[in-house]
């Protein structure tokens, strides 16, 4: 019995290694800087690794920022969260049919049609943001295009939601579509053709089964996608730059970057972290129970 557990604590010690060092650690730093002090002289922040020396000065500062007559985060809170349902849901609208095709349509293609899926992982995402720069510019295609038709230039990079909602879609649909084929393709095609030998067509058979099937994939899906666009702030800064525009994760660099306003930042790091928190412990409860109904 010692030699077994020994076995497995010698399996599972290099991930607990490197869970404390680039999760737990780092998460202790940012702590001890948002519950920290401020160096007036320098204006840097003075990171307390002691718990019971923590001031909540940095605390109080965010939540006015946050709530109250001179509050100004929290329309930006409430812009992101907007800005992140419309993307997602424009994502799952455009990956669900995509995801969908591949997975039951694609016939001898499907190896092709994975490399397409796949393709865009190889190019990094500040590339595929500048490629959406050259798009979209006033002399850029969009704008030519436009001209054709009669319509004139419009200043898209100009602190546009629309750009900044379509840049998120373009950005992260790729996860999307990947998570939701693997859920799709794992529904087993016996249960589709029992649906159709039952007398359902071809809409009643999606709806009745093939799309109870896969809520499991489109809730994963979904996890991936929105966590990281809550978050994001690179889309916004190359696509936009407008404070009009501004997302929580713009706001959280700026005060990184801001002197005097580190511990500020790290406290919306934080209050961040516990938001995401959330999908995510839903998520795994939903799991749980999903695998007991199939067990």
Known sequence: MRRKNAFWIALAAPGIIWLVLLFIVPFYAVLAIAMGKLDQLFESPVAVWNPFAWSSENVINVSRDLVGSAAFAGPIVVRTVVYVAIASLLSLLIGYPAAYFVARFSGRRKG????????????????????????????????????????????????????????????????????????????DPALIEAGRDLGLGRARTFVRITLPLSKQPILTAMLITVLPMIGDYYTNQLLSGAASTSMIGNLIQGQLGTPGLEGQGAVLSLLLLLVLLIPMIYYVIATNRSSRVAA
């Open 112 to 187: 092709l049609f994975l490399i397409l899926l796949i393709a865009p992982f190889w190019i990094s995402y500040m590339m595929r943001m500048l490629a959406w720069i050259t798009l979209l510019q006033t002399n850029g295609i969009a704008n030519k295009m436009l001209s054709w038709v009669g319509i004139s230039p419009v200043n898209w990079l100009g602190g546009k939601p629309v750009t900044v909602i379509l840049g998120l879609v373009y950005g992260y649909i790729p996860y999307l579509i990947l998570v939701l084929y693997a859920g799709l393709d794992r529904i």
